[in-house]
């Protein structure tokens, strides 16, 4: 089934993995495309075997359909669920058919059995599988079959057959199956003569439902070049792990087409899980547009003028530019059958069709085929035709097939078949199969590959440009380094300036984390901190101080307590904000500092000046600037806490009546005991009037008061050092004369090691496209080759390099037309560059 590639294609994958290597070893290039598609369509192309995936609903047709292309009855086609099993059909040379079959495992046997039984309700212990317990089961099966009025009648009766069939199948082959492995099995093993017999094995319902994979090489021009036809169960299929097979297959990389059986010529629409199947087939990279949709049953729209109507505006409306083909599996299978029977088998009943016509009580069944072929006779598809066959209703079907046939013969037989469109559909993917399948597959790939290395080739020549500008001696490479200084010193300060702002910024709008847990720390410790005051401080040591204050007298106002008291919370306020802005501005500068150490922009200036040109002092300084202007803030803000505020004072509120209630009680009498008595309301006149202050200062004025002052304060000087950077000049200059001459060595060898690396990336690239060129050549595609890379001549050294002067000499090729390509010149590819004319004329 191997399949040969032409000579020049044969480094192929290597061509192609060679490209994928670059790209992916190259950081400015890896990330910017995905090459899983490339993958995809190198493995495609390259692939010794192309599988073709017919796949549909249940009953379609797919069987059949692979049978009538076939022209032999290999695969099991009946009514109802038929195909359980994927079947492989792969080539064989005319005395080398054969069939391999794979049977499940024991394990798989009994998860099945157990899928059934859950949907049966069925609890049997299934945990050996002896006939013991398989032998009742069965007996449920059939008796839930019976119940249900047979075994297609319902979803229940379907199901119980399936597991009827599984438990037959399992008695029949044990000898096959194995605890966990899946055994394989030759025709020879299994003592079929033939391929008849085997295929004859694996078609009975019994077998099928304990084989997982049936395998049959046949002699069929159709299946040479490795093409490999798949049949699938249907993707409705009543069993559900069955189906679940079939879209697993879609999905599967190996699937390179699929013929795609659609069963509306019968149904008169597209059903749900036929519209999912063309999504799912759309989404798998492997199959891409190679797919065949094939309106199967059209017999059925010849019978039924609406059928016909609606088939016709389905394909208009949907597959209107795809590839599709309308068929009767069914007529043009049998026909090309029935095509070597003789009157004297009666047209094939006494051969092909013994087995279905079986009589009953001395009549015969007839044959699917022969009421289909009667039908086909008076569907009015032979009007215009030399054929006039009657059909006598007071005569059995059989009798009316035969005489038919007798009457008008093979030519009929033809015509049916042509009619058939089974012809057409084997044409058409034989076409495809023999002609444009390979150079499709290439052309696929090389599309994928063009934006890469195009890509690639545009990265190449920028960077080669961008190294070869640069000098190339010691003295010319520091005199293009001085003139670089100021240009760096300029993006230095700019970059610390912007650095800046953004610091700002963020505290600004809260997006710096550290900070705002910072300023929340500040916020709690300052509620805090009021309730610890309200809960601890003395009232005595308050009314005390307020008499000291008046040594003549010997008691104090109420209202003379409560200074004291404004006066005693103020002040300790004030020092928990002073303390707590200091923590803020400390923490704040000390992470600047440190941001800005770790910055390239200080790296660069470190390397220009050979210090940091007092950068981190500035920064510094600005602190201790910010320290004491916040501390001022922090000062007045508390000072004012000493004002009671008017609200406090209010008729009607809740603070003035209680200051009138201690005050009633502060009034009892004259000693300090009236005052004791009265603290608790003392507290919470205290707490009334604190609250609502420190809530502004913490949520609203601090807040503001603190952006404000990192913002006057850093931002001008953030400016102010940019500016002072770039006059950094003449030290910068006279810094850099002593350094550079080391940088300059090391710099200079960098670039040369650069350009060779460069230089054989370009060769590796040139050679892989080279020779992936020559093989799209070879195939004969008229289609625009991959872009080479014209290295440019090296500007500072006069001699000229062909880039392509490695290229081993069967690559370049004798031919003009080969070498034309090898080299990059006068193909297609020029004209589609013409920027590279511009680069060279740039670089010359
Ligand atoms: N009228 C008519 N019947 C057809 C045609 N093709 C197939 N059939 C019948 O439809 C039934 C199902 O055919 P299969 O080939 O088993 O269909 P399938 O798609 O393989 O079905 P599953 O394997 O069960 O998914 C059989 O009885 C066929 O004889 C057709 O073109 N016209
Ligand atoms: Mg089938």
């Known amino acids: ?30 990330g910017k495309q995905d090459t899983t598609r490339i993958q995809a369509s190198l493995s495609k192309a390259i692939s010794p075997t192309f599988e073709i995936v017919f796949a549909g609903a249940f009953s379609a047709g797919k069987s059949m359909l692979i049978n009538a292309l076939l022209e032999r009855e290999l695969l099991y086609s009946a009514e109802g669920h038929a195909t359980g099993t994927e079947c492989y059909i792969g080539y064989a040379e005319p005395n080398a058919e054969r069939v391999v079959l794979t049977f499940l495992s024991e394990q798989e046997v009994q998860e099945q059995m157990t899928a059934f039984c859950a949907f049966l309700n069925l609890a049997p212990s299934l945990s050996r599988l002896e006939d013991t317990a398989l032998n009742p089961l069965k007996e449920r099966a059939e008796a839930i079959i019976q119940q249900e009025g047979g075994k297609s009648k319902s979803e229940r009766a379907k199901q119980a057959d399936a597991l009827r069939l599984l438990i037959t199948g399992f008695q029949q082959n044990r000898d096959k199956i194995h605890p966990t492995e899946n055994k394989v099995f030759s025709m020879e093993q299994l003592n079929f003569g033939n391929l008849r017999e085997a295929a004859g094995f694996a078609r009975r319902g019994a077998n099928s439902a304990v084989l997982r994979k049936v395998e049959y090489y046949c002699h069929h021009p159709l299946l040479e070049d490795g093409n490999v036809i798949v049949d699938t169960p249907g993707i409705d299929a009543p069993v559900k792990a069955d189906a679940e097979r079939t879209y697993r297959k879609i999905a599967d990389p190996d699937t390179s087409a699929v013929v795609c059986v659609l069963k509306c010529a019968a149904t008169g629409e597209l059903t749900k899980e036929e519209t999912e199947l063309i999504e799912h087939i759309q989404s798998n990279d492997s199959i891409r547009d190679r797919v065949f949709y094939v309106f199967n049953r059209i017999d059925e729209t010849w019978y039924n003028a609406q059928l016909k109507h609606r088939l016709e505006n389905i394909i208009d409306q949907q597959f209107r530019q795809l590839r599709v083909f309308k068929t009767s599996g069914l007529l043009g299978f049998y026909g090309s059958q029935i095509k070597a029977t003789t009157p004297e088998d009666r047209f094939g009943l006494d051969t092909i069709f013994s087995e279905s016509i079986k009589e009953l009580g001395g009549e015969e069944e007839t044959p699917q085929f022969v009421s289909e072929f009667n039908k086909y006779c008076t569907s009015g598809r032979l009007v215009g035709s030399p054929f006039r066959p009657s059909v006598h209703g007071y005569d059995t079907p059989i009798n009316n097939y035969v005489r038919i046939l007798r009457e008008w013969g093979k030519p009929l037989i033809e015509y049916m078949i042509k009619d ?69 010193l300029a ?11 953004t610091v700002v910024n963020k505290v600004i709008n809260g997006e710096n984390k550290e900070f705002e847990n910072d300023f929340r720390k500040l916020q709690a410790r300052m509620v805090r901190r009021l309730d610890e005051l309200l809960d601890t401080f003395s009232l005595d040591n308050v009314y005390s101080q307020a008499v000291r204050i008046r040594p003549r007298n010997s008691t104090a106002p109420f209202l003379a307590v409560l200074v004291e008291a404004f006066y005693y919370l103020s002040n300790h306020l004030e020092d928990i904000l002073v303390e707590s802005a200091s923590t803020l501005v400390e923490n704040f500068f000390r992470r600047l500092v440190d941001e800005v150490r770790s910055s390239s922009y200080y790296r660069q200036l470190f390397r220009l000046l050979g210090s940091d040109g007092d950068l981190e002092k500035k920064l510094l300084l600005v602190k201790e600037v910010t320290l004491s202007s916040l501390v001022n803030g922090a000062r007045k803000e508390c000072d004012r806490y000493l004002r009671e505020s008017p609200r406090f004072y209010e008729e009607g509120t809740f603070s003035i009546y209680q200051f009138r209630e201690v005050l009633k009680q502060t009034s009892q009498s004259y000693d300090i005991s009236a005052i004791q008595d009265a603290e608790p309301g003392i507290r919470q006149l205290l707490k009334l009037d604190f609250e609502p202050k420190i809530n502004q200062t913490v949520r609203s004025s601090f807040r503001q008061e603190t952006n404000n002052t990192l913002k006057t304060q850093l931002l001008p000087v953030a400016k102010q050092v940019a500016d002072e950077i770039l006059q950094k000049y003449p030290e910068a200059k006279q810094f850099m004369e002593a350094t550079l001459r080391k940088e300059a060595e090391e710099k200079i060898a960098l670039n040369q090691q650069r350009l060779k690396e460069l230089e054989a990336s370009i060769d590796k690239y040139n050679q892989a496209v080279s020779g992936i060129n020559l093989c799209l050549q070879a195939l004969g595609l008229n289609r625009e080759m991959l872009p080479l890379i014209t290295r440019p001549e090296p500007s500072s050294v006069g001699e000229s390099v062909q880039i392509l002067a490695s290229l081993p000499e069967q690559q370049v090729g004798d031919s003009n037309a080969s070498e034309a390509v090898a080299l990059g010149r006068s193909t297609p590819i020029d004209e589609s560059f013409p920027e590279l004319d511009s680069i060279l004329d740039d670089l010359r």
């Open 420 to 488: 058939s469109g089974i012809e057409d559909f084997r044409a058409g993917i034989t076409r495809y199969l023999t002609e444009e399948k390979r150079p499709q597959l290439f052309s696929a790939l090389a599309d994928d590959l063009q934006p890469l290395c195009i890509e690639m080739r545009k990265s190449y020549l920028d960077l080669y440009r961008d190294i070869d500008s640069q000098p190339k001696e010691i003295d010319s490479m520091i005199s293009y380094e001085l003139t670089l200084i100021n240009q760096q």
């Open 491 to 501: 993006s230095i300060g700019r970059e610390f300036d912007e650095h800046i702002q």
């Open 1 to 30: 089934m191997a399949v040969q590639l032409l000579p020049q294609c044969e480094n192929l994958r290597e061509h192609v993995e060679t490209i994928l290597n670059l790209w992916q070893q190259d950081p400015t290039l890896s």
